[in-house]
T-cell receptor, first 114, second 113 residues
Framework: DTEVTQTPKHLVMGMTNKKSLKCEQH?????MYWYKQKAKKPPELMFV???????INESVPSRFSPECPNSSLLNLHLHALQPEDSALYLC?????????????FGPGTRLLVL | AQSVTQLGSHVSVSEGALVLLRCNYS??????LFWYVQYPNQGLQLLLK??????LVKGINGFEAEFKKSETSFHLTKPSAHMSDAAEYFC???????????FGTGTQLKVEL
């Protein structure tokens, strides 16, 4: 099973709302990632968790707050977002964050900020 | 710093024709290179990856890519295009420490009857 699941599929939120995106994998992977993808652009890395610890934060604004409650789950908490944050948010996982591994991507959550 | 360049943001081929999507890399060390495909409104799916085991890499759905160090290239090919191949294709390279991926700008493949 090489599936990464993400919920919800779509999310519309106002700039004052608080919402969370959820990602789950059951492949025994120990590295999990959040990417942001704008329309017609490549994915851009936001965060990497390795063994449930935040290992990379690509200078993402604090209105995005990641959380890794356990090795199978990854959340992205959203607060006071801006319309320019509207995008497809992709989660991925890989074996343990060492170079050369395959990253398996979920289907994404399409976020619209009004 | 490692990076990849994809030449041609849009490629159009006829069904049954050869598919060639170009990717050139820049790396001071032997790179890990990947090709991913993204269908509309979906996540990314790995087509194939190069990790120095063999220069000709075979992937899923009939795709393959050849690592050419002398040309710093990792072009993706498929002998015969199918309508279902229409999608966005991304070349990616591992950059820095850990497993950070940097993606090329993508190539939209259109397959015409």
């Amino acid at each position: 099973d090489t599936e990464v699941t993400q919920t919800p599929k779509h999310l519309v939120m106002g700039m004052t709302n608080k919402k969370s995106l959820k990602c789950e994998q059951h492949m025994g992977h120990r590295a999990m990632y959040w990417y942001k993808q704008k329309a017609k652009k490549p994915p851009e890395l936001m965060f990497v968790y390795s063994y449930e610890k935040l290992s990379i934060n690509e200078s993402v604004p604090s209105r995005f707050s990641p959380e890794c409650p356990n090795s199978s789950l990854l959340n992205l908490h959203l607060h006071a977002l801006q319309p320019e944050d509207s995008a497809l948010y992709l989660c991925a996982s890989s074996q343990d964050g060492v170079g050369g591994e395959t990253q398996y991507f979920g289907p994404g959550t399409r976020l619209l900020v009004l | 710093a490692q990076s990849v360049t994809q030449l041609g943001s849009h490629v159009s081929v006829s069904e049954g024709a050869l598919v060639l999507l170009r990717c050139n890399y820049s790396s001071s060390v032997p790179p890990y290179l990947f090709w991913y495909v993204q269908y509309p409104n979906q996540g990314l799916q790995l087509l194939l990856k190069y990790t120095s085991a063999a220069t000709l890499v075979k992937g899923i759905n009939g795709f393959e890519a050849e690592f050419k160090k002398s040309e710093t290239s990792f072009h993706l090919t498929k002998p015969s295009a199918h309508m279902s191949d229409a999608a966005e294709y991304f070349c990616a390279v591992r950059t820095g420490g850990g497993n950070k991926l940097t993606f090329g700008t993508g190539t939209q493949l259109k397959v015409e009857l």
